[in-house]
């Protein structure tokens, strides 16, 4: 976008100098010479119609303008189209492209590009391309049915299209919607010298087989049809046969079943016939003319084809039913009003057969209602018409563009007005002009133009488009944009232009007069029922179905809205659409009126420039301040040029960039200080001086590095006079490693500037560089519209050649820097992680899914494992199976009863107490503890002993009791209950002693495999009593492990469990040392022998 790069005038208006409509047009015309038929206003794309395939689209381009941001490449409208998707994949934006221009400006050229542009980066896939071939088939079918060839444009839109495109959350396409708006359908009857009907007419009569046309009961010849204007049947460069093979194809792409592909045909025929019905005026003995069908041939060829009843339709193209209240009153139709019926049915059936294809193909794009869709709108309308007579068609269309054009202005000071707000920069209200007065005055619910309209149409009494015309002039005789004869003779003004039947409006655009002949009719736009009816009775489901009125049980007394109603709030809906998505505008304009290549008009381009508002739009751009950029990226582009900031600058953004801008001599008005941004006024001063001082550094600096600083050293002899001293540091700023940042300007167009880094250089940068140079626009487009200073063409060269070359070195260096940097870990590096990981994820879930076909048994005792196959999964092998383990054990645990819970305690007690301690409990574990083995529960003697309130015996069992004096056992009962220890002669049915478990001191047992074990009695309790008891059980383990528990129970305390063979046992007075030994048997025999030793101790075998 440099001069550098060889752009012509003005790539972008904003930085046009002296904003003028005279430099404007120049600019325009320029470009346009040099077949640079794009511009921008910021980011409003202007399109000048080439009249030439021009070679700037197709895959290579595309590629092309997808890898770069906005600014960086020439203005196409491929950037538009990539911004647009980019923000509406990217951010979620839903995004609107409002094309406009005049007939013949190229619309629908830029909207099939735009179209072609989103298909080819949007994605694909097998699925994703049959709806992209969907969506852009429709065009074709829509072209067919709905365009024409006009004096201005061969292939002109005679609809207004607003198509939705829809996207997933990936940005690929889903489908669509279409709508279509106001469909010329006067030209189906009639049409302008020079001008053809609908192509399908002449398509399908070039293009259909002889088999076809003999089915449809069709001639070839166009001549054969009345509503085919016999003198122009062909256009230039337009091959009809192939165009219809192109239409029966994309019909059959989109999902048109062969029988609809038929049934549209068949109807489209029917127009044609209807066509050449000659009525004839007849003979009525009242004296009333009346009239009647004359060719009865086509009418019967009609009959056979749609199933319709010839007579019937005779009876409803000629005559009219009135309903009174009373009866149904007939009146002949003489042969106008009879040729009128015709007409208007003819033009009813194809107005209604494009919609059904509208809706057709709606049926076949549409998307589920689930899916969250991201929406692109395409609007492809009919721009401001300003004819020799215009009539309600233009009326509405204009009011069309008169909403239009408040979107734009709205969006646009919205967007400007938010940025302000957020920056907190006070807002100076932007002076332009807002009609919002006229849309009123057209829309206004009860006192607009077409309320008037409607209020006319329905109003009993005489009616008619004069006293439509005299209201208009009662109610607006003030308003400021309405004139009409009235108006102006009541304020004494002499105006030939104005016609008694015309009104004026001042639309934004300019003046346009309307004639109101016709305004009631075509707003009425109503159908005779007669006619409606007959249509429904036809044995054509497709005929049938286009006129749901005229089903008697459907009719209604109640009036259809009127055109002007529909069209209204079908603006309303399409306004309220456009307003809840980021705008995208191309504004369209056609250099001549012959269609030809390489004319510019001045004339004509300077009458649409001021209806598409260019000048005002770019001033609004401009409003405010123009220039914008963050304090960070200008701190750095800028802070070489002072002494405060260069080479070290500590303080902040802000204050840095302060600095800088005050060495500038400012106004304070020029300038405003924002949250984040620094914001100037003016396009051209300051930039330029900062610009300007800043390349002189680079020119020094070549002195010393010649490579490097051509380019800079090129752009800056190119951009102006020397600057200020030579500062060794400037190369570095010149471009700093990131690349530098340039200004944005408030033209260009903030949606896009945030996102547009860039390097200082002349050259294309990559998508993701820095902000491009803004800058140089300024500056090209002063050379391109006042000429440099004139220099050796040579010598040019040369030095041009030197900058590309050093440009292309520094670039090639800053992006392989900037890829590495970004790429590094897609690199070679990298890949033996990725590999690694790979591999090790996948050997890990091989390990995983092995384990798991290769468990252990659920047994808790089995407590085998696969080993691991790698040694780095040893680890987790391990605590794999620990984890396993437990959840073996806690399967079990949950599988037992209470009871077996409580066994299992003692169990576990016992193993706590006599484990690796105690001989005979390896024997003891396996067994299970008993507790009466005595019989207790079969023997009521025995069970008196334990007494009342004892509950349950924990142990009852036969134990010898050891006499201390002389070592002879006895047999002896032992109960344990929860509370006492009882002990009783075998053969006494009464307890002999009762021991409290808090009485317990302690109990002793040896090491061996022997049942001997002493209960130590507290001293207190040993009052009493006759001391501590040596006693034998074949019970031992258990005995003490419930013993031990019951203590626990009774008392909260840890009974004293000691092994040891020696231990002394107490008695009233004195005590007994006992030593136990280990005889022969080791204590499995259960016998003991005892030995006194002296009268202290006690000798005990066992
Ligand atoms: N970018 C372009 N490159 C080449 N030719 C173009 C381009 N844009 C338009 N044209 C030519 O101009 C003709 C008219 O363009 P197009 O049909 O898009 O106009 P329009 O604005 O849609 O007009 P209307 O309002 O009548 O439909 C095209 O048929 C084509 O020949
Ligand atoms: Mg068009």
Not at 404 to 430: A, D, N, S
Request: with cysteine; hydrophobic share 35%.
């Amino acid at each position: 976008m440099t001069l550098l790069e060889g752009s012509v005038g003005v790539e972008d208006l904003v930085l046009l100098e002296p904003l003028e409509q005279g430099p404007l047009l120049k600019n325009l015309q320029l470009r346009y010479e040099h077949k640079e038929i794009y511009t921008y206003i910021g980011n409003v794309l202007i399109s000048v119609n080439p009249y030439q395939q021009l070679p700037i689209y197709g895959p290579e381009f595309i590629a092309k303008y997808q890898d770069y941001t906005f600014y960086e490449l020439e203005p196409h409208i491929y950037a538009l189209a990539n911004v647009a998707y980019q923000s509406l994949r990217d951010r979620d934006r839903d995004q609107c492209i409002l094309i406009t221009g005049e007939s013949g400006a190229g619309k629908t050229e830029a909207s099939k590009l735009v179209m072609s542009y989103v298909a080819a980066v949007c994605g694909k896939g097998e699925q994703v391309n049959s709806v992209k071939e969907q969506l852009l088939q429709s065009n074709p079918v829509l072209e067919a049915f709905g365009n024409a060839k006009t004096i201005r444009n061969n292939n002109s839109s005679r609809f207004g299209k607003y198509m939705d495109i829809e996207f997933d959350f990936k940005g690929f396409p889903l489908g669509g919607v279409i709508t279509n708006y106001l469909l010329e359908k006067s030209r189906v009857v009639k049409q302008l010298e020079g001008e053809r009907n609908f192509h399908i007419f002449y398509q399908l009569l070039a293009g259909a087989e002889a088999d076809l046309l003999k089915a449809l009961k069709l001639e070839r010849e166009t001549r054969c049809y009345v509503y085919l204007n016999r003198k122009v049947s062909t256009v230039d460069g337009m091959d009809d046969a192939s165009n219809f093979k192109a239409v029966q194809s994309a019909m059959a792409v989109i999902g048109f079943s062969e029988e609809e592909i038929q049934q549209v045909l068949e109807v489209t025929a029917l127009v044609l016939k209807l066509g050449n019905v000659e009525l004839a005026g007849e003979f009525q003995a009242n004296g009333i003319s009346a009239s009647g069908i004359c060719d009865g041939r086509g009418i019967q060829e009609i009959e056979e084809m749609m199933g319709l009843n010839s007579e019937e339709l005779e009876k409803a193209l000629c005559s009219r039913t009135m309903k009174t209240a009373k009866e149904n009153v007939v009146t002949a139709l003489n042969v106008i009003q009879a040729q009128y019926a015709r007409d208007a049915l003819a033009k009813n059936i194809y107005s209604r057969l494009f919609n059904w294809i509208v809706n057709r193909i709606n049926e076949s794009i549409k998307v589920g209602t689930g899916e969250k869709k991201k929406v692109m709108g395409v609007l492809d309308i009919y721009g401001f018409e300003i004819l020799e007579d215009n009539s309600f068609e233009q009326f509405v269309i204009n009011y069309c563009n008169e909403k239009l054009q408040q979107v734009f202005i709205q969006m646009t000071l919205k967007e400007e007005q938010e940025e302000y707000e957020r920056e907190g920069i006070p807002w100076t209200k932007v002076d332009y002009f807002d009609n919002g007065v006229i849309c009123n005055l057209i829309e206004h619910n009860q006192r607009g133009i077409l309320a008037m309209l409607d209020e006319e149409c329905l109003r009993p009494g005489v009616v008619n488009d004069t006293t439509f015309l005299a209201k208009l002039n009662h109610l607006f005789s003030k308003h400021t944009h309405y004139e009409s004869k009235v108006t102006q003779n009541a304020q004494r003004q002499y105006d030939r232009t104005m016609g008694l039947s015309s009104f004026r409006i001042c639309h934004y655009a300019g003046k346009v007069t309307y004639n109101v002949n016709g305004f009631i009719d075509k707003n009425n736009d109503l159908l005779f029922r007669d006619l409606s009816q007959v249509m429904w009775k036809a044995r054509h489901p497709l005929l049938q179905s286009l006129f749901p009125e005229g089903d008697p049980k459907q009719a209604s007394l109640k009036r259809p809205p009127t055109a002007g109603a529909q069209f209204k709030s079908s603006v309303a809906i399409l306004m309220k659409n456009l307003y809840s998505k980021n705008p995208n505008y191309i504004r369209c304009i056609k250099p001549n009126e012959y269609q030809q290549r390489g004319q510019f008009s001045s004339e004509l381009v300077a009458v649409q420039t001021r209806y598409l508002g260019l000048l005002e739009n770019v001033r609004v751009r401009r409003a405010g301040y123009a220039y914008r950029q963050g304090y960070r990226p200008f701190l750095e582009r800028y802070r070489l040029l002072s002494r405060s900031t260069w080479p070290c600058w500590n303080g902040g953004d802000r204050e840095g960039v302060e600095k800088v801008v005050g060495e500038l001599s400012l106004s304070s008005e020029e300038l405003a200080f924002g949250k984040t941004k620094v914001f100037i006024r003016s396009p051209k001063a300051p930039m330029t001086e900062l610009e300007f001082s800043r390349c002189p550094w680079s020119e020094r600096t070549r002195q010393g590095d010649k490579g490097v600083c051509t380019t800079l050293a090129g752009e800056a002899r190119l951009l102006g006079p020397p600057g200020p001293p030579f500062h060794p540091a400037a190369l570095s700023a010149a471009v700093p490693p990131g690349g530098a940042a340039a200004p944005e300007t408030a033209a260009a167009g903030h949606a896009h500037t945030e996102d547009l880094p860039g390097l200082a250089l002349p050259l294309p940068l990559p998508a993701d560089a820095e902000e491009p140079d803004r800058h140089l626009h300024l500056v090209s487009g002063q050379h391109g519209t006042s000429a440099p200073k004139p220099q050796p063409l040579a010598l040019q060269k040369k030095r041009y050649g030197k900058i590309k070359a050093s440009a292309l070195l520094i670039q090639a260096f800053v992006r392989g820097w900037k890829a590495r940097k970004n790429y590094r870990k897609y690199f070679r590096s990298g890949a033996a992680l990725t590999l690694a990981n790979f591999i090790y994820k996948s050997i890990t879930r091989k390990f995983l899914l092995g384990l798991k076909d290769n468990l252990p048994s659920t047994n808790i005792l089995d407590k085998t494992w696969p080993a691991a196959p790698y040694k780095c999964f040893h680890t987790a092998n391990q605590e794999l199976r620990q984890l396993f383990y437990r959840w073996k054990c806690k399967k079990f645990r949950d599988r037992l009863s209470l009871k077996q819970v409580e066994n299992l305690r003692e169990k576990l007690s016992a193993s706590e107490l006599f484990k690796d301690k105690k001989a005979s409990y390896p024997q003891s574990v396996p067994i299970p503890f008993r507790g009466d083995y005595i019989g207790l529960q079969g023997n009521p003697k025995l069970q008196k002993l334990k007494g009342g309130a004892e509950g349950p015996v924990l142990v009852a069992d036969t134990v010898k009791k050891v006499n201390r004096g002389n070592g002879k056992t006895s047999s002896r009962i032992l109960l344990l209950t929860k509370r006492h220890v009882i002990l009783t002669d075998t053969k006494k049915s009464q307890a002999k002693t009762v021991i409290g478990l808090d009485s317990v001191a302690g109990v002793s047992v040896t090491s061996f495999k022997d049942g001997l074990f002493s209960l130590h009695l507290n001293e207190i309790s040993s009052v009493g009593s006759k001391g501590d008891f040596l006693l034998v059980s074949e019970h031992v383990i258990e005995l003490l492990t419930k013993m031990y528990r019951a203590v626990l129970d009774a008392t909260q305390k840890q009974l004293p469990v000691t092994v040891t063979e020696d231990f002394s046992l107490r008695f009233k007075e004195s005590s007994v040392a006992v030593k136990v030994i280990q005889g022969p048997e080791g204590g499995r025999n259960g016998k003991l022998s005892c030995k006194k030793k002296g009268s202290r101790c006690l000798e005990v075998t066992v």
